[in-house]
């Protein structure tokens, strides 16, 4: 598809279980954009990669999470150990060459909900 | 840090009435603006953006801003409102140095539209 997607769409586990979340961006964005929705906080940056490297990790929230992403296209979020504080929506963005300016598009997210 | 405050976290407007939902943004460097829209169910979408060419912006579906440094503002309106408005809009905000490219967003306006 032309769109970012994210799978999967919904992910209910329990709470100590590790989860991995994905994210396919636009074919020949470069850079790649973690952001967290919850009714709590709203939406938070999580982790930006401009190809495969990440050059801000400022808003992992714990070192419970980790990001990678392999090629300059697929991304994983990874969150191990999961708390109950960690339900949220998890959006992931990409945009074309990682510029303060250039819009960020979003895929549809994945609803995390930790039991 | 740079920020931006929405004020109303609802708003209910007749349809054909004006939209206006207001953002302010706090920021010691000449910030970049944006306005997104999410749909129930789907990530966000870019309705406009400010990088600083022109004050007056226009965006999708017949939605405008215009930035106000002396007010620190970048208000979203549209003339006459329409059923398929009803969403929730979010402000956010990049800072125009450095080199962090995440939007920080604001906590966002719930539009209602009432027939």
Not at chain 2, 11 to 40: I, K, M, T
Not at chain 2, 67 to 78: C, D, N, Q
Request: glycine share 10%.
């Amino acid at each position: 598809g032309a769109g970012v997607s994210q799978s999967p769409s919904n992910k209910v586990t329990e709470k100590g279980k590790d989860v991995e979340l994905r994210c396919d961006p636009i074919s020949g964005h470069t850079a790649l954009y973690w952001y967290r929705q919850s009714l709590g906080q709203g939406l938070e940056f999580l982790i930006y990669f401009q190809g495969n490297s990440a050059p801000d990790k400022s808003g992992l929230p714990s070192d419970r999470f980790s990001a990678e992403r392999t090629g300059g296209s697929v991304s994983t979020l990874t969150i191990q150990r999961t708390q109950q504080e960690d339900s949220a929506v998890y959006l992931c963005a990409s945009s074309l060459l990682g510029g303060i300016t250039d819009t960020q598009y979003f895929g549809p997210g994945t609803r995390l909900t930790v039991l | 840090a740079q920020s931006v405050t929405q004020l109303g976290s609802h708003v209910s407007v007749s349809e054909g009435a004006l939209v206006l939902l207001r953002c302010n943004y706090s920021s010691s460097v000449p910030p970049y603006l944006f306005w997104y829209v999410q749909y129930p169910n789907q990530g966000l979408q870019l309705l406009l953006k400010y990088t600083s060419a022109a004050t007056l912006v226009k965006g999708i579906n017949g939605f405008e801003a215009e930035f106000k440094k002396s007010e620190t503002s970048f208000h979203l309106t549209k003339p006459s409102a329409h059923m398929s408005d009803a969403a929730e809009y979010f402000c956010a905000v990049v800072i125009s140095s450095g080199s962090a490219r995440q939007l920080t967003f604001g906590s966002g306006t719930q539009l209602t539209v009432l027939p």
